[in-house]
Nanobody, 125 residues
């Protein structure tokens, strides 16, 4: 069983920045593919960024490319999402996800078997 706990969400003005954190309970954290997803009211959950097991490859959705950056600290079993130049359309609940099997990137939500509880990000105009 893997527990994922997100933190760092909040209210920020357009153009501002936030850093989300996702702390994982597993010791084999570095073997997991990780992803950040988001879901806005009335919309489907969508991928923000994925990082492969071993953290060698990343995939950014076009709508965040150049603005968001994923990173990790294996010593802390934590993945971070640095969000810069935030826009009102970035407003959503952001979820961290882990895939504990397989290799490579996972870009679909159904490829992940563990999810955090989500953290709200609200960007005001």
């Amino acid at each position: 069983q893997v527990q994922l706990v997100e933190s760092g969400g909040g209210l920020v003005q357009a153009g501002g920045s936030l850093r989300l954190s996702c702390a994982a309970s597993a010791r084999t954290f570095s073997n997991y593919a990780m992803g950040w997803f988001r879901q806005a009211p009335g919309k489907e959950r969508e991928l923000v960024v994925a990082i492969s097991s071993g953290f060698t490859n990343t995939y950014y959705a076009d709508y965040v490319k150049g603005r968001f950056t994923i990173s990790r600290d294996n010593a802390k079993n934590t993945v971070y999402l640095q969000m810069n130049s935030l826009k009102p359309e970035d407003t959503a609940v952001y979820y961290c996800a882990a895939r504990t099997w397989g290799l490579g990137l996972a870009v679909r939500s159904d490829q992940y078997n563990y999810w955090g509880q989500g953290t709200q990000v609200t960007v005001s105009s």
